[in-house]
């Protein structure tokens, strides 16, 4: 099947630096990749959708600024959070959409996530 | 705008009992819904989907419903084990447009030995 996956699994940075968190696509290539947001025992909050070659569209309240996605290559997403502030602690998920066929959806397939701990 | 929300946020059940975990949204406008088991830690695992032109889908050991008039979705899983236990979502999603899913809030699923 599809894998997602995700470096690193864990960070932790001192405020005010900057963070990258990779996503990968390993056995296809991925139409769209979505970047996703998850607190403590709280669902998945979409931050952003990345198609390769154009830039992120963001969601309301996300500053797109201080979350800069670059979507380099149908198998590879970066997104880096920059200047972090403890706040910014949190589980962070990418997925990565396959173009389904006639009569389908664009299936999404999830990485393992990155915990970000920002002191 | 579209939004899918759970009822429980914890449900406990006996090893071997059947689970069902229910989800409301408010909005018809998507196309399919997924099933989603999230264990501590780890990414978002499919279950199942249906679309909305469907009732009824099953898999091994779980069956998903729609009740599009009442706007309600349901996983119902069977013989339930230990390795059941995890948080579950429901997503909706869109074959045009935005193309993300709509995650609602999550139910806690716990069985009991």
């Known amino acids: 099947g599809a894998v997602v996956s995700q470096h690193p699994s864990r960070v932790i940075c001192k405020s005010g630096t900057s963070v990258k968190i990779e996503c990968r696509s390993l056995d296809f290539q991925a139409t769209t990749m979505f970047w996703y947001r998850q607190f403590p025992k709280k669902s998945l909050m979409l931050m952003a959708t990345?198609?390769?070659?154009?830039?992120?569209?963001?969601e309301q309240g996300v500053e797109k600024d201080k979350f800069l996605i670059n979507h380099a290559s149908l198998t590879l997403s970066t997104l880096t959070v920059t200047s972090a502030h403890p706040e910014d602690s949190s589980f962070y998920i990418c997925?990565?959409?396959?173009?389904?066929?006639?009569?389908?959806?664009?299936?999404?397939?999830f990485g393992p996530g990155t915990r970000l701990t920002v002191l | 705008g579209e939004s899918v929300g759970l009822h429980l946020p914890t449900l406990s059940v006996q090893e071997g009992d059947n689970s069902i975990i229910n989800c409301a949204y408010s909005?018809?406008?998507?196309?399919?819904f997924i099933w989603y088991k999230q264990e501590s830690g780890k990414g978002p695992q499919f279950i199942i989907d249906?679309?909305?032109?469907?009732d009824k889908r099953q898999g091994q050991r779980v069956t998903v419903l729609l009740n599009k008039t009442v706007k309600h979705l349901s996983l119902q899983i069977a013989a339930t084990q230990p390795g059941d236990s995890a948080v579950y979502f429901c997503a909706g999603g869109m074959d045009t447009g935005r193309r993300a899913l709509t995650f609602g809030s999550g139910t806690r699923l716990q069985v009991q030995p």
């Open positions: 909005n018809s406008a998507s196309d399919y």
């Open positions: 249906i679309r909305s032109n469907m």
């Open positions: 997925s990565a959409s396959l173009l389904g066929l006639a009569g389908s959806y664009n299936e999404q397939f």
């Open positions: 990345s198609n390769e070659g154009s830039k992120a569209t963001y």
